[in-house]
């Protein structure tokens, strides 16, 4: 090497800020999290104090439990819908659609309502689905209701609205990518054996676009595990999720116990994610 | 391949208009309530047409506008310095990967975990570290910093698809030719990456100016734009908040855009340069 440093060098020169961020603004915080999940507090302070009861807090009530069983109801209906909203869209675009050009326009007319912020974006349901929204006026001018509908808005039903208008491109786009790399051959020589386009998706397709599903699986459920702000807007404060909670109680500087329903949900969602990671190799999926 | 088109084609294409229509139809209702009559409210129907809602927006102490021409800086300045820094660490770490060295392992698991912990928890951790060091957060540090947890992972990911793609006989040919390592990144790697690592920055831009739960409780006083809009959006009456949409909207266009076509023009001097001078 001509600067004089040992290829093994040379590349861990290349890492060190990226490893030094890492490590000082994720893995340290997330430690000292796990210990302050085990201190005394007193008001808006923390008492360094070995202290259990933010641990025995979570079990001792139903609340932990409440809130888990209505978030793992989001993830698995909102995992569904866009598994399938992705998978069917990104099929269509890459076994039908034929020509390059409208594929790139297509796929950019997926990702544009994504340059508009979050919150706006959300805040644009209400002329929606309020009760003078547009949806309610067109069943009302249709005769199929006499009152308006009042659970469009500010329920759970707006709620998982918002997060499958949201994350329906996160699992879009990385099963796009598995399905970018499926050879033609492969495809035509399923219909030269004259399999139907079913069998075809089913027993050729799914099985070589399992590494997208897996990407597209943990952004979507890891997405709506840490969410506390659709859910408290679009629910109008009416529906809470672990995020939420902890969310409130940092809020009202009880750091103590929101670090211990912190780690709780760390270790939730980092198995989740490990076991998952078991099934696919990102790394090699990503330069092939 | 068949001339005739198969039914399925015709019922996916009509899922496609639905899907799109569901991704749109929320943001058209925006862009045309920011043009709501002044005696208008927040929801149809519209009770004339007006521009009246973006120059409340523009007019000192207007009313429901809160301090959304600061955030805006703040963020702009943020998003700015989170973009550079994401591509300077993101490249450099990525090039890493093209050897093997012990440790590597650490540098992708950190990176997947900071990418799948929920962003509060991380915003969480680092603004009790501060707490613990007896710090007082700071957008230049603290904030930034905090950004950088979301927009590296995502650079890191990206870097392994742009070398993925890369054919390393370029490089090999430039080292027979006597290139040193320096020279062989400034003009072999560097012009054939170079639309990726536009790529890379408009990720660290854009994941920077949306973020709010890891930057939230580290930037110190002011809020950025997500915040000040979340503040806005509990007091909203008017539809000053859609004027403010459909404007943030058109400058992400425009930005977006705009890099697409410096992209693409030096994609193309590259090619015409080797048009030019055929090896």
């Known amino acids: ?288 | 391949m068949g001339k005739r088109r198969p039914v399925s084609y015709y019922l996916l294409s009509l899922f496609f208009a639905a899907f799109l229509l569901f991704l749109y139809g929320p943001m058209i209702c925006v862009y045309l309530l920011s043009f709501q009559g002044p005696e208008g409210g927040m929801s149809f129907p519209m009770r004339g047409f007006s521009t009246v809602w973006f120059e409340t927006l523009f007019k000192p102490g207007g009313r429901g506008v809160g301090d959304i021409h600061n955030s805006f800086f703040r963020s702009m300045r943020m998003a700015a310095i989170v973009a550079v820094l994401t591509m300077l660490i993101g490249v450099a770490a990525g090039m890493s990967f093209r050897r093997r060295y012990p440790g590597a392992n650490f540098v992708f698991y950190s990176a997947i975990t900071s990418m799948v912990v929920p962003g509060i928890l991380v915003g969480f951790g680092i603004s009790l570290a501060l707490n613990v060091l007896g710090l007082r957060p700071d957008w230049w540090y603290s904030g930034i910093g905090a950004q950088l947890t979301w927009s590296l992972p995502f650079a890191l990911l990206i870097m392994f698809i742009i070398m993925g793609r890369f054919d390393r006989s370029y490089e090999e040919a430039a080292t027979d030719l006597g290139a040193t390592s320096r020279q062989r990144f400034q003009y072999v790697i560097l012009p054939l990456i170079l639309p990726g690592i536009i790529g890379i920055m408009m990720a660290g831009f854009t994941s920077s100016y949306e973020e709010a739960a890891r930057g939230a409780l580290n930037i110190g006083t002011g809020n950025t734009m997500p915040m000040e809009l979340t503040a806005l959006l509990g007091a909203a009456t008017t539809p000053v908040m859609f004027a403010i949409g459909t404007l943030t909207t058109l400058f992400m266009f425009v930005t977006v855009i705009g890099t697409l076509l410096i992209t693409m023009s030096l994609a193309r001097r590259r090619q015409l340069r080797l048009v030019a001078q055929p090896a």
């Open chain 1, 1 to 288: 090497m001509a600067v004089g440093v040992s290829p093994r060098t040379a590349s861990w020169l290349q890492a060190t800020p990226f490893a030094l961020i890492m490590t000082a603004l994720v893995i340290v915080p997330l430690g000292i999290i796990v210990v302050v999940s085990f201190m005394d507090y007193g008001f808006a302070e923390i008492i360094p104090e070995f202290f259990i009861g933010n641990w025995t807090d979570i079990f001792k009530s139903t609340l932990t439990l409440d809130l888990y069983e209505t978030v793992l109801r989001h993830i698995v209906i909102v995992w569904a819908i866009t598994l399938v909203l992705g998978f069917t869209v990104a099929y269509y675009l890459l076994f039908h659609v034929r020509s390059n050009f409208w594929r790139a326009i297509f796929l950019t007319a997926c990702v544009v309502p994504f340059w508009t912020s979050g919150v706006v974006r959300s805040v644009s349901w209400v002329p929606l689905l309020g009760r003078e929204g547009l949806v309610n006026q067109a069943l009302m001018g249709m005769g199929f209701i006499q009152q308006p509908i009042s659970w469009l808005l500010y329920s759970e039903f707006s709620v998982l609205l918002v997060y499958v208008n949201m994350l329906t491109l996160a699992m879009l786009g990385p099963i796009a990518n598995s399905m970018a790399k499926i050879s033609p051959s492969v495809i035509q020589a399923a219909r030269d054996q004259g399999a139907t386009e079913w069998q075809t998706i089913v027993e050729v397709i799914i099985p070589l676009i399992k590494p997208g599903i897996v990407v597209g699986t943990i952004f979507v459920v890891t997405a709506v595990m840490g969410d506390g702000f659709i859910v408290k807007s679009m629910s109008g404060n009416q529906v809470n999720t672990p995020a939420g909670a902890i969310m409130n109680e940092i809020n009202a500087l009880q750091y103590p116990p929101a670090a211990a329903k912190s780690v709780l949900m760390l270790v939730i969602v980092l198995l989740f994610v490990g076991t998952l990671l078991r099934f696919v190799d990102i790394r090699k999926e990503l330069a092939r």
